[in-house]
């Protein structure tokens, strides 16, 4: 190959590279978020969990219980189950059995049942039957990752840990072209440095519910978004 023509698809190659990069960047610029930020504040300006609970073990439960499974489902059992079983002791003395019983409408009632009761056994044993309050102590639970973690530290505790990313959160983010990761982990990392941490917990909530309520894995209601101007994803319907 001569090496004009080689010196040509290098100059090229290293263009296109350039240009993608800049492109990733707008899609991120300081302005372009503050609008993002703005308009889910305006829709959603009182965004909160909607898993029902009354205290950090219950939010631990039940979001336990939410892997691949709806909040509405979930919000359907735990009122009769933390009834029964109001503290972390009453789970540790129940049979795995009967628990996959209770929970037995929320899918892989076998593994949530393990996971709950271990969990549980892990903070009567551990942490005088108090939830922990940091990353470090949550994350070796049964049953826990980071999202489930970030969600009970955000919400019980007000704690700013992490930006929660469930499937709502990953879908639109990708949307909005935030990130390209293609794990939650990496795209939680991405999110860390985009979003105020000030912001972290409501800006999770904000976004599931706008996954919810308007932006649908399928036929999204995009004549209805209020990001519709800043969104240019091959998904949209209008």
Request: aromatic share 8%.
């Amino acid at each position: 190959m001569p090496k004009k023509n080689k010196s040509s698809k290098v100059a090229r190659a290293a263009a296109n590279i350039k240009s993608r990069s800049q492109t990733q960047k707008s899609y991120t610029a300081p302005a372009r978020l503050q609008k993002i930020f703005a308009a889910l504040d305006l829709r959603f300006p009182r965004a909160e969990c909607a898993l029902r609970h009354e205290n950090a073990f219950q939010l631990l439960v039940a979001t336990i219980l939410s892997a691949q499974c709806t909040d509405e489902r979930v919000n359907k059992v735990t009122p009769e189950l933390f009834r029964k079983y109001p503290s972390p002791k009453d789970f540790v003395a129940l049979a795995q059995e009967e628990l996959e019983q209770e929970i037995h409408s929320t899918g892989f009632f076998r593994n949530k049942a393990k996971s709950i009761i271990g969990a549980a056994t892990r903070i009567v044993q551990e942490f005088g039957g108090e939830v922990p309050r940091t990353m470090e102590q949550l994350l070796p639970l049964p049953g826990v990752a980071r999202k489930t973690a970030n969600v009970v530290l955000g919400t019980a505790f007000g704690i700013a840990s992490g930006v929660v990313v469930d499937t709502h959160v990953f879908r639109i983010t990708h949307r909005l072209k935030l990130t390209k990761q293609t794990t939650p982990e990496k795209v939680e990392q991405d999110l860390m440095k985009l979003v105020p941490q000030d912001r972290w917990v409501s800006f999770s909530h904000q976004v599931i519910w706008f996954g919810r309520k308007i932006c649908f894995a399928r036929n999204p209601l995009c004549a209805e978004c209020p990001l519709a101007t800043l969104c240019d994803s091959p998904d949209k319907t209008v």
